[in-house]
């Protein structure tokens, strides 16, 4: 009799042990058939070392209560068992961990309660069986219900090994398929010894599709299978008739061994046996001929077929034949990625899997959702698929091998690589588990604790179960789509799909003449490049020859291929030991693409990544091409230039930030301008000159600021005798400067209280002339120079006044000009408020009351015609001169200042820096018509985007187009025009520009009667 104390000691034992119901084990441990072993440690230890010790306790007194316990004549199995499962630490750790892990296996071995001893083998030969040994395992089978118990039987080996970690998830996956495959072989062999005579009729193979084509099946899972049958004559000329009756033949054996392995029996059923992925799928026949399914391939397959074709692979049936199929099949598997839309089309296809699935389970769908096994399986076929025409290695229909080769042939990175085997590895044991427990098929995480708990741990998570479960389940999930999105969207794949066949891996001969036919000038040279970034066997050379093919197409869709490739070979010797450089280009949304039109679009941007080639990262971030703002930039210069040793030094710091988003903001334009298959063309020109403009100006702007701190730094410290700032003229002022712009400033300043007037001019002086020297110093990087001419007195005049200075030499001697010039002035660096007490002393000048007098408005043109007769360069083209010639910036400006002048005291929408806002205040405040605004609107962007296009394209500003046909055509290209319209192009120019000028002589010299 049991006391109470006894009791409660056994209850706490039970719960320590991890029973879930100690009040049920206790009643289970003292029934009678375990009353030899009831208080043995080392059972109670192997118990609740299992997934679910109140499980794996009653399906043991099940089994040995269905054990014989003998007689006088023969032995008691009931002592047998126990004995030996006491006695035998592989046997306890099997069996009991399969009844902790298997409620349906513990029901077969209540069934079958001798099955026990398939687990008593602990022999090397045993740890890993193949097709054979399954084979042997099951043939005594002649029925499907002796072939079930049969596959039970090995199915619960299987399963011992996996619960015990002998096999990993991928071996446990293999051993399933080659079991799946030996039991196909059995039902096809009862299926003939049925029906001898369809047997002599027919050659039959049986080729495994899905999961156990690929050597990766579930414990219950449809086995996808497709027929392949001839005449047994097999002959090339064998009669219709003969054939007819073959087919019939092969699929009365075909339906009947898929009967054998579907239906349901006393033994329950195996698995459904499916062939709905041959042609035609259901509506099609069962069985078909060889020459058959190759018709069918290569006429009517869908991408989807070919992908399924990945994991073919013969199992049943005629050897010969099933080899025969997969050979005949296999080129046009690896031709499937030259269809058209092919990627787009896989891409679809996994979309809608998603879709399909209903809202109530999307959360728990371990296989079809999002983060799921198919993401894995998806982004790896389609990589296969596309870099597979190539790359024998690749050709495995096996998920784990197929991806550890994407990551030895450099296609997928390591890290990726790790991440994604280690996450399908663990969702892959999940679902192992969840289906093992009742042997259904099934992919949904279940949802009540007691499930959970034991899924949990049966995955080795012990301390919180659940909690575990579902952080590693997240975690991995979030890694598969993260990794998924970013590997199976990649845009490298859908350019290297469209490459020609045999195109993604070229012969020195094929090379050339493809070089030729792309349009590149030196092919001799570009071999020369080709084989420096391809040859080897490193795993960079092996990402360059999946890159290269693609990006030769990319430099050919630009004026200067050559200039593209020699770049891009620069590019990859400057950053070659660098781990993340190809890693980028190979994975990163369009950098590859960015990269390839950056560097074939001109010399500027090529040349600033060649100085800072780690600014290559920026082509990889969607939102690494956004200008950043004047507050960012600024505060990033000063705190470079606090960290500098002198102002030299702190200087250097400076351009080198100027450098790098120099790059951005070209690389930003140039792609903007040509787009990419990710990222179209932008269809506003405008918005492309305004962010170059803005963008410029206030990377000028920081870079003047960090000078004036430096050079302040260097000569006082903290801080400067005199107040002092820094207003931004012309372009600069009025945010338009292009690549190639001088810098237009004013210096102003004012002493401090308490400061000698003459202490405070000097202290000014000096700064002024140390930012000139320090901003002058050589450098290959493109110029930044300030120009003061437009202060009062011009060159005569001193480089910095006082505030009260300026206020007394506009107060007396101002000019109508002066007062032009000082509508684009703007304070960009220094002390903000003097700048802001500047502006407002210079507002009444520039907006004066009730606008210009006549005498004033005829100085303007006279002015403005003086310039246009002595600054245009001699020799020059007047209609494609895009600062002084007809309609381009210098005649919009006018026009719109004069606007401004007359008119901005009483509308203050015209009071801005900015041309193209103030020409829409104008137009809004209807002193200039719709038609005419958008005409010189128009006429000045296309001529800041040519004096920018020149600067990208050749290296140095200038403002007409190149006479050089290479330079020419990049410009067009750059504008937008495709090549071989240069032509086109000059002619538009033209067009607009003339246009504007006619609304500039109505506009500005027809203001004064």
Request: net charge negative; with cysteine.
């Given at each position: 009799?049991?006391?109470?104390?006894?009791r409660s000691s056994t209850f706490t034992r039970l719960l320590r042990h991890g029973f879930n119901d100690a009040s049920a084990a206790g009643r289970l441990l003292d029934s009678p058939?375990?009353?030899?072993?009831?208080?043995?440690?080392?059972?109670?230890?192997?118990?609740?070392?299992?997934?679910?010790?109140?499980?794996?306790?009653?399906?043991?007194?099940?089994?040995?209560?269905?054990?014989?316990?003998?007689?006088?004549?023969?032995?008691?199995?009931?002592?047998?068992?126990?004995?030996?499962?006491?006695?035998?630490?592989?046997?306890?750790?099997?069996?009991?961990?399969?009844?902790?892990?298997?409620?349906?296996?513990?029901?077969?071995?209540?069934?079958?309660?001798?099955?026990?001893?398939?687990?008593?083998?602990?022999?090397?030969?045993?740890?890993?069986?193949?097709?054979?040994?399954?084979?042997?395992?099951?043939?005594?089978?002649?029925?499907?219900?002796?072939?079930?118990?049969?596959?039970?039987?090995?199915?619960?080996?299987?399963?011992?090994?996996?619960?015990?970690?002998?096999?990993?998830?991928?071996?446990?996956?293999?051993?399933?398929?080659?079991?799946?495959?030996?039991?196909?072989?059995?039902?096809?062999?009862?299926?003939?010894?049925?029906?001898?005579?369809?047997?002599?009729?027919?050659?039959?193979?049986?080729?495994?599709?899905?999961?156990?084509?690929?050597?990766?099946?579930?414990?219950?899972?449809?086995?996808?299978?497709?027929?392949?049958?001839?005449?047994?004559?097999?002959?090339?000329?064998?009669?219709?008739?003969?054939?007819?009756?073959?087919?019939?033949?092969?699929?009365?054996?075909?339906?009947?061994?898929?009967?054998?392995?579907?239906?349901?029996?006393?033994?329950?059923?195996?698995?459904?046996?499916?062939?709905?992925?041959?042609?035609?799928?259901?509506?099609?026949?069962?069985?078909?001929?060889?020459?058959?399914?190759?018709?069918?391939?290569?006429?009517?397959?869908?991408t989807w077929e070919f992908q399924a074709l990945l994991k073919a692979r013969p199992v049943a049936g005629d050897p010969d034949l099933g080899e025969a199929y997969v050979e005949t099949?296999?080129?046009?598997?690896?031709?499937?990625?030259?269809?058209?839309?092919?990627?787009?089309?896989?891409?679809?296809?996994?979309?809608?899997?998603?879709?399909?699935?209903?809202?109530?389970?999307?959360?728990?769908?371990?296989?079809?959702?999002?983060?799921?096994?198919?993401?894995?399986?998806?982004?790896?076929?389609?990589?296969?698929?596309?870099?597979?025409?190539?790359?024998?290695?690749?050709?495995?229909?096996?998920?784990?091998?197929?991806?550890?080769?994407?990551?030895?042939?450099?296609?997928?990175?390591?890290?990726?690589?790790?991440?994604?085997?280690?996450?399908?590895?663990?969702?892959?044991?999940?679902?192992?588990?969840?289906?093992?427990?009742?042997?259904?098929?099934?992919?949904?995480?279940?949802?009540?604790?007691?499930?959970?708990?034991?899924?949990?741990?049966?995955?080795?998570?012990?301390?919180?179960?659940?909690?575990?479960?579902?952080?590693?389940?997240?975690?991995?999930?979030?890694?598969?789509?993260?990794?998924?999105?970013?590997?199976?969207?990649?845009?490298?794949?859908?350019?290297?799909?469209?490459?020609?066949?045999?195109?993604?891996?070229?012969?020195?001969?094929?090379?050339?003449?493809?070089?030729?036919?792309?349009?590149?000038?030196?092919?001799?040279?570009?071999?020369?490049?080709?084989?420096?970034?391809?040859?080897?066997?490193?795993?960079?050379?092996?990402?360059?020859?999946?890159?290269?093919?693609?990006?030769?197409?990319?430099?050919?869709?630009?004026?200067?291929?050559?200039?593209?490739?020699?770049?891009?070979?620069?590019?990859?010797?400057?950053?070659?030991?660098?781990?993340?450089?190809?890693?980028?280009?190979?994975?990163?949304?369009?950098?590859?693409?960015?990269?390839?039109?950056?560097?074939?679009?001109?010399?500027?941007?090529?040349?600033?990544?060649?100085?800072?080639?780690?600014?290559?990262?920026?082509?990889?971030?969607?939102?690494?091409?956004?200008?950043?703002?004047?507050?960012?930039?600024?505060?990033?210069?000063?705190?470079?230039?606090?960290?500098?040793?002198?102002?030299?030094?702190?200087?250097?710091?400076?351009?080198?930030?100027?450098?790098?988003?120099?790059?951005?903001?070209?690389?930003?334009?140039?792609?903007g301008s040509y787009g990419t298959e990710e990222s179209p063309a932008e269809a506003d020109p405008g918005a492309l000159v305004d962010r170059v403009g803005s963008a410029v100006s206030?990377?000028?702007?920081?870079?003047?600021?960090?000078?004036?701190?430096?050079?302040?730094?260097?000569?006082?410290?903290?801080?400067?005798?005199?107040?002092?700032?820094?207003?931004?003229?012309?372009?600069?002022?009025?945010?338009?400067?292009?690549?190639?712009?001088?810098?237009?400033?004013?210096?102003?300043?004012?002493?401090?209280?308490?400061?000698?007037?003459?202490?405070?001019?000097?202290?000014?002086?000096?700064?002024?002339?140390?930012?000139?020297?320090?901003?002058?110093?050589?450098?290959?990087?493109?110029?930044?120079?300030?120009?003061?001419?437009?202060?009062?007195?011009?060159?005569?005049?001193?480089?910095?006044?006082?505030?009260?200075?300026?206020?007394?030499?506009?107060?007396?001697?101002?000019?109508?000009?002066?007062?032009?010039?000082?509508?684009?002035?703007?304070?960009?660096?220094?002390?903000?408020?003097?700048?802001?007490?500047?502006?407002?002393?210079?507002?009444?000048?520039?907006?004066?009351?009730?606008?210009?007098?006549?005498?004033?408005?005829?100085?303007?043109?006279?002015?403005?015609?003086?310039?246009?007769?002595?600054?245009?360069?001699?020799?020059?083209?007047?209609?494609?001169?895009?600062?002084?010639?007809?309609?381009?910036?210098?005649?919009?400006?006018?026009?719109?200042?004069?606007?401004?002048?007359?008119?901005?005291?009483?509308?203050?929408?015209?009071?801005?820096?900015?041309?193209?806002?103030?020409?829409?205040?104008?137009?809004?405040?209807?002193?200039?018509?719709?038609?005419?605004?958008?005409?010189?609107?128009?006429?000045?962007?296309?001529?800041?985007?040519?004096?920018?296009?020149?600067?990208?394209?050749?290296?140095?500003?200038?403002?007409?187009?190149?006479?050089?046909?290479?330079?020419?055509?990049?410009?067009?290209?750059?504008?937008?025009?495709?090549?071989?319209?240069?032509?086109?192009?000059?002619?538009?120019?033209?067009?607009?520009?003339?246009?504007?000028?006619?609304?500039?002589?109505?506009?500005?010299?027809?203001?004064?009667?």
């Open positions: 009799m049991t006391t109470p104390g006894r058939e375990l009353a030899s072993v009831r208080n043995d440690p080392v059972l109670l230890d192997a118990l609740g070392a299992t997934a679910d010790p109140d499980l794996a306790l009653l399906g043991l007194v099940r089994l040995v209560e269905a054990q014989d316990p003998g007689g006088p004549e023969t032995p008691d199995e009931r002592h047998l068992l126990l004995d030996t499962l006491l006695s035998s630490k592989p046997l306890r750790d099997r069996l009991l961990g399969v009844l902790g892990a298997s409620e349906a296996l513990g029901d077969h071995l209540a069934r079958h309660p001798r099955d026990w001893q398939a687990l008593v083998t602990y022999e090397a030969s045993d740890l890993h069986p193949g097709v054979e040994e399954f084979e042997h395992g099951l043939a005594e089978a002649v029925d499907p219900v002796t072939l079930r118990v049969a596959y039970r039987r090995c199915l619960l080996s299987i399963a011992a090994r996996d619960v015990c970690g002998t096999t990993d998830v991928a071996e446990t996956a293999a051993e399933l398929a080659d079991l799946a495959t030996a039991t196909l072989r059995a039902a096809l062999a009862i299926a003939r010894g049925a029906a001898p005579e369809d047997d002599a009729l027919c050659t039959l193979a049986v080729i495994a599709m899905g999961k156990c084509g690929g050597h990766e099946l579930n414990y219950v899972s449809d086995v996808d299978v497709i027929f392949v049958a001839e005449p047994v004559n097999g002959a090339a000329g064998a009669e219709g008739a003969d054939e007819s009756k073959a087919m019939q033949a092969a699929t009365r054996l075909a339906s009947h061994m898929m009967r054998i392995c579907s239906e349901t029996t006393v033994e329950g059923t195996i698995w459904p046996v499916d062939a709905n992925l041959r042609p035609e799928g259901r509506n099609g026949p069962l069985v078909r001929t060889l020459s058959s399914h190759l018709a069918y391939y290569q006429r009517w397959a869908k099949l296999a080129p046009l598997v690896w031709q499937a990625a030259e269809r058209d839309n092919f990627v787009p089309d896989v891409q679809k296809m996994r979309r809608r899997v998603v879709d399909n699935i209903p809202a109530a389970e999307i959360e728990r769908e371990l296989k079809l959702g999002p983060g799921g096994l198919r993401d894995v399986e998806f982004a790896v076929q389609l990589l296969q698929l596309v870099h597979g025409r190539a790359d024998v290695s690749l050709r495995s229909g096996s998920t784990l091998d197929a991806l550890a080769a994407l990551a030895a042939g450099g296609y997928v990175g390591r890290a990726d690589a790790a991440q994604l085997d280690a996450a399908y590895r663990f969702l892959r044991a999940m679902e192992h588990r969840i289906q093992l427990y009742r042997l259904r098929r099934t992919h949904l995480v279940p949802e009540d604790e007691r499930d959970l708990r034991r899924l949990g741990r049966s995955l080795g998570l012990r301390t919180e179960p659940v909690t575990e479960l579902n952080r590693a389940w997240r975690r991995h999930a979030a890694v598969v789509r993260r990794l998924h999105e970013k590997i199976f969207y990649r845009p490298l794949l859908d350019a290297v799909a469209q490459l020609a066949p045999g195109e993604t891996r070229l012969s020195a001969d094929a090379a050339r003449e493809r070089l030729v036919a792309l349009g590149y000038a030196d092919p001799a040279a570009a071999l020369r490049h080709l084989e420096a970034l391809a040859s080897g066997v490193t795993r960079k050379a092996a990402i360059q020859r999946t890159l290269l093919p693609v990006l030769l197409g990319w430099f050919a869709d630009s004026a200067d291929p050559d200039a593209g490739l020699l770049g891009f070979r620069k590019v990859s010797d400057a950053l070659g030991k660098t781990p993340w450089y190809l890693r980028l280009l190979r994975d990163e949304g369009a950098a590859a693409e960015n990269l390839a039109r950056v560097l074939s679009a001109g010399r500027l941007a090529p040349d600033l990544l060649l100085r800072a080639p780690e600014a290559v990262a920026l082509l990889g971030d969607s939102r690494g091409l956004e200008p950043r703002g004047r507050d960012h930039l600024e505060q990033e210069i000063l705190a470079a230039v606090r960290r500098a040793d002198g102002a030299e030094q702190a200087v250097a710091a400076a351009r080198g930030v100027r450098r790098r988003e120099l790059f951005r903001t070209t690389a930003g334009d140039l792609i206030d990377l000028t702007a920081a870079t003047l600021a960090g000078t004036l701190r430096a050079v302040v730094r260097a000569g006082w410290g903290d801080e400067l005798p005199t107040r002092f700032t820094v207003i931004g003229m012309g372009r600069f002022g009025g945010h338009e400067l292009s690549y190639g712009s001088d810098a237009d400033v004013l210096f102003v300043h004012e002493p401090r209280e308490g400061v000698d007037d003459q202490e405070a001019a000097k202290a000014a002086n000096q700064v002024v002339a140390e930012m000139r020297r320090l901003l002058q110093l050589p450098t290959s990087d493109p110029p930044l120079l300030i120009d003061a001419d437009l202060r009062p007195e011009g060159k005569s005049g001193p480089l910095v006044r006082t505030l009260k200075s300026y206020a007394a030499y506009y107060h007396r001697w101002s000019h109508v000009w002066e007062s032009q010039a000082l509508l684009r002035a703007e304070p960009v660096a220094g002390d903000a408020d003097l700048g802001r007490r500047f502006i407002e002393l210079i507002d009444p000048l520039r907006y004066p009351q009730e606008g210009l007098g006549d005498d004033a408005v005829r100085e303007i043109r006279r002015l403005k015609a003086r310039m246009e007769a002595e600054r245009m360069p001699r020799g020059a083209d007047p209609t494609l001169h895009a600062k002084l010639g007809r309609g381009g910036l210098s005649d919009v400006e006018w026009a719109v200042q004069l606007l401004q002048l007359q008119e901005g005291w009483a509308e203050p929408g015209l009071r801005t820096t900015r041309t193209r806002e103030a020409l829409a205040a104008a137009r809004a405040a209807e002193l200039i018509s719709t038609e005419d605004a958008e005409i010189l609107d128009e006429a000045w962007v296309l001529a800041t985007r040519v004096r920018n296009a020149v600067m990208l394209v050749r290296g140095r500003a200038g403002d007409t187009f190149p006479s050089d046909g290479r330079e020419l055509a990049a410009v067009g290209r750059y504008l937008g025009y495709e090549a071989g319209t240069v032509g086109e192009m000059i002619d538009d120019y033209r067009r607009i520009t003339r246009r504007a000028r006619h609304v500039v002589e109505e506009l500005f010299y027809g203001a004064v009667g």
